[in-house]
């Protein structure tokens, strides 16, 4: 069986936490890995939202709490419990209907003991979401339901917008924030190098990462030159969700993970990358 290789190609991840780790996988895989963290978690130093959902979800005022992520969910447990007992919070959460976007927010909960009424199904986007909700109306209609959606940074306009259309009454809570890097020398060393064709592969596994190389890229007044070299690369993303930023900012991935798993994604772009970087080249896209 062959081994998946970059066969040497140029891999920048804009990892932050699993930075270290991330280098080895590409250059197990044959890969030479950059390495450009591109966001930080930042607790929000005010949890008044969070506290204000606490308050109310103990009150009895929230229909339905949607969960998008693992480590929101556990965050949000954790700002809650300073001021209640944990198993309060969970009877509480057992009598509202409890939505989890994915597998981790699903394993938090689960960690919890707290009952899930809806588990979205694969890929996991607020698409499914909504549709999960609708699917469901029989047994709570959204036109005047309550709902807290538990966010993880940015908030996803598109799920409020929908919700608020179909007659809910919608509470963010936003539990923690993203912000660029304290130090933001490798992210413009990242643009600088995409510029320069110096990068053959681009690895998004987050939204967010897309939102900041961008960010970083008109600040230097590179947008347009870094667009260009993103063109000339294979660029892959992790799933629905950071395809949908991609397109956003006017990039269409060359492939996305089959299952949104860092070490997938790693795999599939080994196997693949030679290939695309070769169409692109036949079509008249030098390196």
């Known amino acids: 069986m062959v081994t998946p290789s970059f066969q040497g190609l140029r891999v920048l ?10 280098a080895a996988l590409i250059s ?12 930080r978690e930042v607790p929000l130093k005010s949890n008044t939202d969070a506290l204000d959902f606490s ?23 954790r700002v809650i419990e300073g001021t209640y007992p944990r198993d309060t919070v969970i009877a509480a959460l057992a009598r509202t209907k409890v939505v989890a976007r994915g597998p981790k927010p699903l394993a938090a909960l689960r960690e919890l003991a707290v009952p899930v009424w809806i588990a979205v199904p694969e890929p996991n986007t607020w698409r499914e979401l909504l549709a999960a909700l609708d699917a469901k109306t029989e047994d709570r209609p959204l036109g005047g339901a309550r709902i807290a959606v538990q966010e993880y940074g940015i908030s996803n306009t598109e799920l409020l917008e929908a919700l608020r259309a179909r007659g809910a009454r919608v509470t963010r809570v ?20 995409i510029c320069r064709n110096e990068i053959d592969v681009v690895m998004f ?28 690369s294979v660029v892959a993303s992790i799933g629905p969700t950071t395809s949908e930023e991609l397109r956003r900012h006017g990039l269409a991935p060359d492939l996305e993970a089959s299952r949104g798993k860092f070490g997938i994604l790693v795999r599939e772009a080994a196997e693949r990358s030679a290939g695309l970087l070769r169409t692109k080249r036949s079509r008249g896209v030098s390196r």
């Open 205 to 232: 596994t987050t939204s967010v990462q897309v939102v900041h190389l961008y960010q970083i890229a008109r600040e230097m007044r590179l947008e347009d030159h870094m667009q260009a070299g993103l063109a000339r």
């Open 174 to 193: 936003p539990v923690y924030l993203w912000a660029l890097p304290e130090d933001v020398e490798p992210l413009k060393s990242a643009v600088t190098a």
């Open 13 to 22: 991840a804009l990892e932050s936490r699993r930075a270290t780790e991330v």
């Open 28 to 39: 197990t895989y044959g890969g030479e890995p950059l390495v450009a963290p591109a966001l």
């Open 55 to 77: 308050a109310a979800l103990m009150r009895g005022e929230v229909d339905i709490v949607i969960f998008l992520t693992g480590v929101g969910t556990r965050a949000l447990v």
